[in-house]
Nanobody
């Protein structure tokens, strides 16, 4: 089992920045994928960014490339999402996910609201 707790959401003006954090605990040894998703009411959850702990490779949705950066603190089992140049369209609930051993674990989400 892996437990995930997100933090760092909030209200920000367009053009501003936020840094989301996701703390992982439990069975976090070995290699796995760490991802950030977001979801708005009535829509499917969409992948925002991901990171492979095995290769260090990162990937992003086209809509956030150049503005968002995913990173990891290995010592604290945390993954971060630095969000810059935020737009009102970035408003959503953001979720952290860890995928390992054929299973996906999710956090409870943190809300991000970008005002115009």
């Amino acid at each position: 089992q892996v437990q995930l707790v997100e933090s760092g959401g909030g209200l920000v003006q367009a053009g501003g920045s936020l840094r989301l954090s996701c703390a992982a605990s439990g069975r976090t040894s070995g290699y796995y994928i760490m991802e950030w998703y977001r979801q708005t009411p009535g829509n499917q959850r969409e992948l925002v960014a991901g990171l492979s702990t095995r290769t260090g490779a990162t990937y992003y949705a086209d809509s956030v490339k150049g503005r968002f950066t995913i990173s990891r603190d290995n010592t604290q089992n945390k993954v971060f999402l630095q969000m810059n140049s935020l737009k009102p369209d970035d408003t959503a609930d953001y979720y952290c996910a860890v995928k390992t051993g054929g299973r996906a674990y999710w956090g409870q989400g943190t809300q991000v609201t970008v005002s115009s």
